[in-house]
C-alpha cells in the first residue's frame, strides 16, 4: 500500500507565491509519474503539472510560465512551487503518483487527501 502526504497549501494573497510538497511512502518498488491536480468548486479535477519518471515534466495552459513542478528521487516527493498566484487558482490541490509496488510490481495509482490553496484578492 502506497500513502501520500501532502503540505504546504493556504490561503495567500493575488501575486504571492506558495510551495505544495507530497511525500510517497509504504511499498514502493519504482515511480513512474507524479503530479499535481486540482479542483474548484463545481468543477471537475484537472492536472495541473506532472513529471514522468525521466524527468520530463508537463504544465497546463493555465500554470505555464507561473507553476514548476519537481522531484526529489531519494525521497519520493514531488514539490509544486506557484508563483504569481492568481483567484483563478483557488482550489484543492492533489498530488498523485502511479507506480509499481513491492513484492508483487502490481501497478498502483495513489492519491493525497487534498491540500486547500486560497489566494484572496
Known amino acids: 500500500q502506497v500513502q501520500l502526504v501532502e503540505s504546504g497549501g493556504g490561503l495567500v494573497q493575488v501575486g504571492e507565491s506558495l510551495r505544495l510538497s507530497c511525500e510517497a511512502s509504504g511499498r514502493i518498488q519504482s515511480i513512474n509519474d507524479m503530479g499535481w491536480y486540482r479542483q474548484a468548486p463545481g468543477t471537475q479535477r484537472e492536472l495541473v503539472a506532472e513529471v514522468i519518471s525521466g524527468g520530463n515534466t508537463y504544465y497546463a495552459d493555465s500554470g505555464k510560465g507561473r507553476f514548476t513542478i519537481s522531484k526529489d528521487n531519494a525521497k519520493n516527493t514531488v514539490h509544486l512551487r506557484m508563483n504569481s498566484l492568481k483567484p483563478e487558482d483557488t482550489a484543492v490541490y492533489f498530488c498523485?503518483?502511479?507506480?509499481?509496488?513491492?513484492?508483487?510490481?502490481?501497478?498502483?495509482?495513489?492519491w493525497g487527501r487534498g491540500t486547500q490553496v486560497t489566494v484572496s484578492s
Open positions: 498523485r503518483v502511479r507506480g509499481f509496488d513491492y513484492p508483487r510490481g502490481d501497478e498502483f495509482d495513489a
